[in-house]
């Protein structure tokens, strides 16, 4: 399985020189900023991508839209590292070598990468990580989606990866985040209600401008201010659950 692109007539052997072309016409500072973008920056960036996402999904004005949203990007995290996961027996099946090792003239902005290039882990962890956060907010996934095609580029530009390999990274994350998601939402969903219901805990959840400006819906945990003390509603600050 190692011949995927050997041939010079391989569509993706075509596509790579030219994506890749782009760094040999490039300044060398720029190459320089594609190389950490592509090995780093785009890693960070969905970091602060979920943080955001977390502080928005945080102010929500009713517990339920708190509790689903935080589930679903506890999720995200979660679903990037099985995606890795299930790309290790992968790998070692196809067994692809480094588009650098057959294919001459590639200018590479990375050294040192020695195992197989099928399927890329960059790409599959960025998007299974993007597809997770666009389950629990549309308006950062799309932002996050768009960072991990961006990563996908990256990685066919600085020479490591063939095309085919990024577009079965994206393709694996993507089908890893949504296939489980059902069962993962399942899971978590519980565990977010009750740090929610948490007097401390629960701001982690939910904000208190969000908690300040709505009731808590019918069938819902209400969750008591803790300025408030023992006037924060019936049983004396307890959480209770609406009838």
Known sequence: MAGLASDGSNPDVSLLYDINGLAKAAPPWFDRVMEFVGEYGIMLALVLVVLGCWWSVRRRGTVNDSVTGLAGLLWAPLAAGIAVLVNIPIRGFVERPR?????????????????????????????????????????????????????????????????????????????????????????????????????????????????????????????????????????????????
């Open 99 to 243: 588009p650098f090792k057959d294919h001459q003239g590639l200018e590479v902005l990375i050294g040192g990468k020695t195992d197989f290039s099928f399927v890329s882990d960059h790409a599959t962890l960025a998007m299974a990580l993007a597809v997770g956060v666009f389950v629990a907010h549309r308006r950062y996934g799309l932002l996050a989606i768009g960072l991990a095609l961006v990563e996908g580029f990256c990685r066919v530009y600085m020479g490591v990866h063939y095309p085919t390999d990024v577009l079965g990274g994206l393709a694996l994350g993507t089908a890893v985040a949504l296939l489980l998601a059902p069962l993962a939402l399942a899971l978590l969903t519980p565990l977010v209600s009750a740090v929610a219901r948490a007097p401390r805990a629960g701001r982690l959840v939910r904000s208190r401008r969000a908690g300040d400006r709505q009731p808590a819906l019918a069938g819902t945990a209400v969750i008591p201010d803790p300025r408030l003390g023992a006037q924060a509603g019936p049983g004396n600050g307890e959480n209770d659950l609406a009838a």
